[in-house]
Protein backbone atom coordinates (compact mmCIF):
# COMPACT_ATOMS: atom_id res chain seq x y z
CA UNK A 1 0.00 0.00 0.00
CA UNK A 2 1.43 3.90 -0.68
CA UNK A 3 0.48 6.19 1.21
CA UNK A 4 -1.11 9.12 -0.75
CA UNK A 5 -2.15 11.66 1.65
CA UNK A 6 0.04 11.95 4.99
CA UNK A 7 -2.05 14.56 7.71
CA UNK A 8 0.79 14.80 10.90
CA UNK A 9 0.13 16.70 13.88
CA UNK A 10 -2.31 18.91 12.33
CA UNK A 11 -3.98 21.46 14.61
CA UNK A 12 -6.30 24.63 13.68
CA UNK A 13 -7.56 27.41 16.25
CA UNK A 14 -9.57 30.32 14.11
CA UNK A 15 -8.57 33.92 14.47
CA UNK A 16 -11.74 33.75 16.92
CA UNK A 17 -9.88 31.63 19.04
CA UNK A 18 -11.95 28.52 18.61
CA UNK A 19 -9.92 25.41 18.51
CA UNK A 20 -11.64 23.06 15.67
CA UNK A 21 -8.97 20.79 15.49
CA UNK A 22 -6.30 19.27 17.81
CA UNK A 23 -3.39 17.14 16.63
CA UNK A 24 -4.55 15.17 13.82
CA UNK A 25 -3.02 12.44 12.44
CA UNK A 26 -4.38 10.12 9.31
CA UNK A 27 -2.64 8.48 6.72
CA UNK A 28 -4.39 8.03 2.74
CA UNK A 29 -3.59 4.60 0.98
CA UNK A 30 -3.42 5.27 -2.57
CA UNK A 31 -6.73 3.92 -4.11
CA UNK A 32 -9.03 3.48 -1.71
CA UNK A 33 -12.30 5.50 -0.95
CA UNK A 34 -12.05 6.92 2.70
CA UNK A 35 -14.88 8.39 4.52
CA UNK A 36 -13.96 11.24 7.77
CA UNK A 37 -17.31 10.46 10.46
CA UNK A 38 -18.21 13.22 12.26
CA UNK A 39 -21.48 15.10 13.56
CA UNK A 40 -22.18 19.04 12.66
CA UNK A 41 -19.50 21.00 13.90
CA UNK A 42 -16.60 18.01 14.30
CA UNK A 43 -14.26 19.64 12.11
CA UNK A 44 -14.80 17.91 8.60
CA UNK A 45 -14.70 20.58 6.81
CA UNK A 46 -12.09 22.43 8.26
CA UNK A 47 -9.58 19.31 7.57
CA UNK A 48 -10.33 18.85 4.17
CA UNK A 49 -9.70 22.85 3.63
CA UNK A 50 -6.24 22.04 5.38
CA UNK A 51 -5.80 19.58 3.13
CA UNK A 52 -6.15 20.76 -0.08
CA UNK A 53 -4.24 24.09 1.02
CA UNK A 54 -7.24 26.82 0.97
CA UNK A 55 -6.81 26.70 4.88
CA UNK A 56 -3.62 27.26 6.85
CA UNK A 57 -2.84 24.66 9.58
CA UNK A 58 -1.91 26.48 12.71
CA UNK A 59 0.11 23.78 13.15
CA UNK A 60 1.43 20.36 11.84
CA UNK A 61 2.42 19.48 8.05
CA UNK A 62 0.62 18.15 5.61
CA UNK A 63 1.90 16.19 2.62
CA UNK A 64 0.32 14.84 -0.38
CA UNK A 65 2.31 12.15 -2.59
CA UNK A 66 6.06 13.47 -2.12
CA UNK A 67 5.02 17.11 -1.85
CA UNK A 68 4.35 19.32 1.23
CA UNK A 69 0.63 21.69 0.62
CA UNK A 70 2.15 24.42 2.26
CA UNK A 71 5.57 24.84 -0.02
CA UNK A 72 4.61 23.09 -2.76
CA UNK A 73 1.02 24.37 -2.88
CA UNK A 74 0.88 24.75 -7.22
CA UNK A 75 1.87 21.46 -7.79
CA UNK A 76 -0.11 19.75 -5.14
CA UNK A 77 -2.86 21.51 -6.60
CA UNK A 78 -3.07 20.21 -9.71
CA UNK A 79 -3.01 16.80 -8.41
CA UNK A 80 -6.46 16.91 -6.26
CA UNK A 81 -9.76 17.76 -7.13
CA UNK A 82 -12.27 19.34 -4.43
CA UNK A 83 -16.18 19.37 -4.59
CA UNK A 84 -16.88 21.71 -1.96
CA UNK A 85 -19.65 21.30 0.37
CA UNK A 86 -21.41 24.56 -1.33
CA UNK A 87 -22.61 24.63 -4.57
CA UNK A 88 -21.86 27.46 -6.98
CA UNK A 89 -24.77 27.24 -9.15
CA UNK A 90 -24.92 30.38 -11.52
CA UNK A 91 -23.38 29.61 -14.08
CA UNK A 92 -24.88 31.02 -17.81
CA UNK A 93 -22.34 28.56 -19.42
CA UNK A 94 -22.85 25.23 -21.01
CA UNK A 95 -21.46 22.14 -19.35
CA UNK A 96 -19.54 21.09 -21.51
CA UNK A 97 -17.62 24.77 -21.65
CA UNK A 98 -17.42 24.90 -17.78
CA UNK A 99 -15.46 21.48 -17.60
CA UNK A 100 -13.52 22.79 -20.75
CA UNK A 101 -12.29 26.04 -19.00
CA UNK A 102 -12.01 24.62 -15.61
CA UNK A 103 -9.33 22.29 -16.77
CA UNK A 104 -7.65 24.64 -18.83
CA UNK A 105 -7.47 26.76 -15.26
CA UNK A 106 -4.43 24.22 -14.41
CA UNK A 107 -2.88 24.68 -17.56
CA UNK A 108 -3.64 20.99 -18.80
CA UNK A 109 -3.38 20.69 -22.50
CA UNK A 110 -6.97 20.18 -23.90
CA UNK A 111 -8.55 16.36 -24.17
CA UNK A 112 -11.82 16.48 -25.30
CA UNK A 113 -11.81 12.91 -25.09
CA UNK A 114 -11.20 12.08 -21.66
CA UNK A 115 -13.87 14.89 -20.52
CA UNK A 116 -16.34 13.25 -23.15
CA UNK A 117 -15.39 9.89 -20.95
CA UNK A 118 -15.99 12.09 -17.80
CA UNK A 119 -19.46 13.52 -18.60
CA UNK A 120 -20.41 9.79 -19.77
CA UNK A 121 -19.52 8.54 -16.40
CA UNK A 122 -21.01 10.94 -14.45
CA UNK A 123 -24.69 10.86 -16.60
CA UNK A 124 -24.41 14.73 -17.77
CA UNK A 125 -22.76 13.69 -21.73
CA UNK A 126 -27.05 14.05 -23.08
CA UNK A 127 -26.44 17.19 -21.10
CA UNK A 128 -23.18 19.09 -22.14
CA UNK A 129 -25.02 21.95 -24.47
CA UNK A 130 -27.37 22.54 -21.47
CA UNK A 131 -26.75 25.94 -19.41
CA UNK A 132 -25.74 25.10 -15.86
CA UNK A 133 -28.31 28.14 -14.05
CA UNK A 134 -30.86 25.02 -16.13
CA UNK A 135 -29.98 21.87 -14.17
CA UNK A 136 -31.86 20.27 -11.33
CA UNK A 137 -30.17 20.34 -8.16
CA UNK A 138 -28.75 16.91 -9.06
CA UNK A 139 -27.22 17.63 -12.37
CA UNK A 140 -25.13 20.57 -11.26
CA UNK A 141 -23.59 18.52 -8.03
CA UNK A 142 -22.45 16.41 -11.03
CA UNK A 143 -21.15 19.11 -12.97
CA UNK A 144 -19.20 19.85 -9.77
CA UNK A 145 -17.66 16.33 -9.35
CA UNK A 146 -17.16 16.86 -13.31
CA UNK A 147 -15.33 20.25 -12.81
CA UNK A 148 -12.73 18.83 -10.15
CA UNK A 149 -12.02 15.55 -11.96
CA UNK A 150 -11.40 18.12 -15.51
CA UNK A 151 -7.80 17.99 -14.91
CA UNK A 152 -7.37 14.23 -13.85
CA UNK A 153 -6.26 14.67 -10.10
CA UNK A 154 -5.01 11.55 -8.53
CA UNK A 155 -7.22 12.37 -5.21
CA UNK A 156 -10.52 13.73 -5.43
CA UNK A 157 -12.16 15.62 -2.27
CA UNK A 158 -15.63 15.32 -1.48
CA UNK A 159 -17.13 17.35 1.13
CA UNK A 160 -20.87 16.35 2.42
CA UNK A 161 -21.91 15.07 -1.52
CA UNK A 162 -24.98 14.19 -0.32
CA UNK A 163 -26.05 16.47 2.22
CA UNK A 164 -29.39 17.55 1.36
CA UNK A 165 -30.03 15.32 -1.56
CA UNK A 166 -32.77 12.79 -2.28
CA UNK A 167 -32.31 9.13 -1.30
CA UNK A 168 -32.62 8.08 -5.10
CA UNK A 169 -29.81 10.32 -5.68
CA UNK A 170 -27.62 9.68 -2.83
CA UNK A 171 -28.03 6.44 -4.22
CA UNK A 172 -26.65 7.40 -7.58
CA UNK A 173 -23.92 9.19 -5.71
CA UNK A 174 -22.62 6.03 -4.27
CA UNK A 175 -22.57 4.46 -7.40
CA UNK A 176 -20.79 7.18 -9.23
CA UNK A 177 -17.98 7.49 -6.64
CA UNK A 178 -17.62 3.54 -6.53
CA UNK A 179 -17.11 4.41 -10.26
CA UNK A 180 -14.37 6.71 -10.01
CA UNK A 181 -12.13 4.61 -7.75
CA UNK A 182 -12.72 1.41 -10.33
CA UNK A 183 -10.81 4.34 -12.53
CA UNK A 184 -8.14 4.49 -9.99
CA UNK A 185 -8.77 8.12 -7.98
CA UNK A 186 -8.01 7.86 -4.59
CA UNK A 187 -11.57 9.48 -2.55
CA UNK A 188 -11.59 11.04 0.72
CA UNK A 189 -15.04 12.33 1.53
CA UNK A 190 -17.03 13.64 4.92
CA UNK A 191 -20.63 13.09 6.06
CA UNK A 192 -22.52 12.71 9.48
CA UNK A 193 -25.00 10.00 7.92
CA UNK A 194 -23.01 6.55 9.35
CA UNK A 195 -24.97 4.48 6.33
CA UNK A 196 -23.32 6.87 4.22
CA UNK A 197 -20.04 5.31 5.28
CA UNK A 198 -20.89 2.32 5.65
CA UNK A 199 -21.48 2.36 1.94
CA UNK A 200 -19.05 3.54 0.67
CA UNK A 201 -16.26 3.54 2.19
CA UNK A 202 -13.11 0.54 2.74
CA UNK A 203 -11.60 2.73 6.00
CA UNK A 204 -13.67 4.99 7.90
CA UNK A 205 -12.03 7.72 10.24
CA UNK A 206 -14.64 8.70 13.07
CA UNK A 207 -13.98 12.74 14.04
CA UNK A 208 -15.29 14.62 17.64
CA UNK A 209 -14.81 17.82 18.89
CA UNK A 210 -12.00 18.38 16.35
CA UNK A 211 -10.01 14.87 17.07
CA UNK A 212 -9.66 11.83 15.45
CA UNK A 213 -11.04 9.59 17.66
CA UNK A 214 -10.79 6.45 15.89
CA UNK A 215 -10.11 4.91 12.27
CA UNK A 216 -11.02 1.41 11.53
CA UNK A 217 -11.64 -0.83 8.38
CA UNK A 218 -15.47 -0.44 7.41
CA UNK A 219 -16.58 -3.80 9.04
CA UNK A 220 -14.52 -3.41 12.12
CA UNK A 221 -15.87 0.34 12.99
CA UNK A 222 -19.64 -0.94 12.05
CA UNK A 223 -18.90 -3.66 15.08
CA UNK A 224 -17.81 -1.02 17.38
CA UNK A 225 -20.37 1.56 16.56
CA UNK A 226 -22.65 -1.42 18.29
CA UNK A 227 -20.88 -0.17 20.97
CA UNK A 228 -22.94 3.05 22.92
CA UNK A 229 -19.99 5.04 24.48
CA UNK A 230 -19.20 5.67 20.39
CA UNK A 231 -22.55 6.50 19.04
CA UNK A 232 -22.61 9.27 21.82
CA UNK A 233 -19.90 11.01 20.45
CA UNK A 234 -21.41 10.53 17.02
CA UNK A 235 -24.05 12.44 18.50
P1 LIG B 1 -20.57 20.47 9.27
O1 LIG B 1 -20.88 19.00 9.19
O2 LIG B 1 -21.64 21.24 10.00
O3 LIG B 1 -20.16 21.08 7.98
P2 LIG B 1 -17.79 20.18 10.08
O4 LIG B 1 -17.52 18.91 10.78
O5 LIG B 1 -17.44 20.28 8.65
O6 LIG B 1 -19.31 20.60 10.29
P3 LIG B 1 -16.22 22.59 10.41
O7 LIG B 1 -17.00 23.35 9.39
O8 LIG B 1 -14.84 22.19 10.09
O9 LIG B 1 -17.04 21.31 10.91
O10 LIG B 1 -16.21 23.47 11.74
C1 LIG B 1 -15.54 23.04 12.92
C2 LIG B 1 -15.71 24.11 13.97
O11 LIG B 1 -14.96 25.28 13.60
C3 LIG B 1 -17.15 24.57 14.16
O12 LIG B 1 -17.35 24.82 15.54
C4 LIG B 1 -17.23 25.85 13.37
O13 LIG B 1 -18.19 26.74 13.91
C5 LIG B 1 -15.82 26.41 13.53
N1 LIG B 1 -15.41 27.20 12.36
C6 LIG B 1 -15.41 26.80 11.07
N2 LIG B 1 -14.94 27.78 10.26
C7 LIG B 1 -14.64 28.83 11.07
C8 LIG B 1 -14.11 30.13 10.86
N3 LIG B 1 -13.79 30.58 9.65
N4 LIG B 1 -13.94 30.93 11.95
C9 LIG B 1 -14.24 30.50 13.19
N5 LIG B 1 -14.73 29.28 13.46
C10 LIG B 1 -14.93 28.45 12.43
Not at 118 to 135: F, N, T
Request: net charge neutral; charged share 25%.
Amino acid sequence: MTTVVNVSGVGKTYASGHCALRSVDLDIQRGEIFALLGPNGAGKTTLISIICGIVNASAGTVSVGDLDIVNDFRKVRGQIGLVPQELSTDGFESVWSTVKFSRGLFGKAPNPAYLEQILRQLSLWDKRHARIMELSGGMKRRVMIAKALSHEPDVLFLDEPTAGVDVELRRDMWEMVRGLRERGVTIILTTHYIEEAEEMADRIGVISKGEIILVEEKHALMDKLGQKQLRLQLQ
